[in-house]
């Protein structure tokens, strides 16, 4: 990367304060271009899900991963349930969306409830040896009382994609059929997945993130206090493709022991280390044995520590610093934080990152954990907050004693809730990775670059003024 005048600024910039100037490219398509990712954890695309526990469960590690992305299980959850949630992740179809069931008898208003989990909208009905006997959509539901069976509501009119049908054969069944969804059934007529005519288009332009035996990548965080030795074994033992050591100051002595005690575990999987903003952060952290380091403190949506405590560094120039330091070591870094639109995503990977973290701009889609509310005006949306805020550390600190809990809860660094409105046009995880992936992409075509490394090798990035940047944004009405 370089910089439009030729020499780097004197002060360090935010995403908002640069842009990418276009380049001649040999490049013929967007299509063209090579999202894979250099840093060893197997992503076709450049984007990993934060280890924040309102955003990254199961759901949202196995959609992610069926697109390419990575997904961290936050390390809140006990060990036991990231095990569970690791070996699930594992057993999902790399094409059909797992499907949500219940039976004929059970009700509306158990529908109501589950029909939120997943962006395709809808239930499947089955039978006890699990044949879809109908589908329920959210609209099958309206005026209907929350009592009442679904076998009487369901819609019987049937179509089903053989478990065997190639996403273009299941596009062109859907397409037929003149159905926006569909169960899988295997030879059996058992139910093994849904599909939306979507999700088989997506087939078609996504490479999932894939181990060695073929099955969907995950990754999970631990800790730098407790048994965090005892917590990484188990999580290698559980097949975890990625190993996350995660503090908010990753340039501490207890960050450092931390990491040489897991790199001592020898694990066969990258291990990442974080945070940090300092090429001298990254040399330590490095040296204590990660191979990937996460840059970034406070440019999070959720995270208050700049304004609490003046500590921080704007995120272009603290990704630009560190990826340069990691180049010479051999290592990569990944973007966390401060990334509202595809632009940023684009100008991290120009600055160096091997990978973007997103956090809050996902919180809101189905397949955040959370539980799907609406505000007065009938706006959907779910509850967001900062993993250094009191509510994440009162669950962190659940074991403590009520003393100890109350002192902890007394000094917080983040917000405890936050609105995070779904987008009607993009409800979905996967439809936020389109629009990303697509600007990603673009960016790539305008700077002449077929792959990643490529795009950080050619970027040519200018400093703009606040007008600069405004200039930029498009109008929803006339002026």
Known sequence: ?????????????????????????????????????????GCTIPLVVANMTAIAGRRMAETVARRGGLTVIPQDIPAGVVTEVIGWVKQRHLVHDTAITLGPYETVGDAIHLLPKRAHGALVIVDAERRPLGLVTESDLQGVDRFSQLRDVMSTE???VPSTATPREAFDLLIKGRRKVAPVVDHEGRLAGILTRQGALRATLYRPSLDEKGRLRVAAAIGINGD?????????????????????????ERMLNALRAVRALDPQVPVVAGNVVTAEGVRDLVDAGADIIKVGVGPGAM?????????????????????????????????????????????????GAA????????AGTYESPGDLYADPDGRRYKENFGMASARAVSARTADDSAFDRARKAVFEEGISTAKMYLDPARPGVEDVIDEIVAGVRSACTYAGANTLDELHERALVGVQSAAGYTEGMPLPTSW
Do not use: K
Not at 305 to 323: D, K, W
């Open 158 to 160: 049937l179509l089903t």
């Open 1 to 41: 990367m370089r910089f439009l005048s030729g020499a780097q600024p004197v002060y360090d910039l935010t995403y908002n304060d640069v842009f990418m100037a276009p380049s001649r490219s040999d490049v013929g398509s967007r299509l063209d271009v090579d999202l894979s990712t250099s840093d060893g954890t």
């Open 303 to 351: 995270c208050t520590t700049r304004m609490m405590t003046g500590v921080g560094r704007p995120q272009f120039s603290a990704v630009l610093e560190c990826a340069g330091a990691a180049r010479e070591l051999g290592r990569h870094v990944w973007a966390d934080g401060g990334v509202r639109h595809p632009r940023d995503v684009a100008l991290a990977l120009a600055a």
């Open 228 to 252: 965090y030795v005892g917590r990484a074994s188990e999580l290698l033992e559980a097949g975890v493709d990625v190993l996350v050591v995660d503090t908010a100051h990753g340039h501490q």
């Open 355 to 362: 990978n973007v973290m997103i956090g809050s701009w996902l």
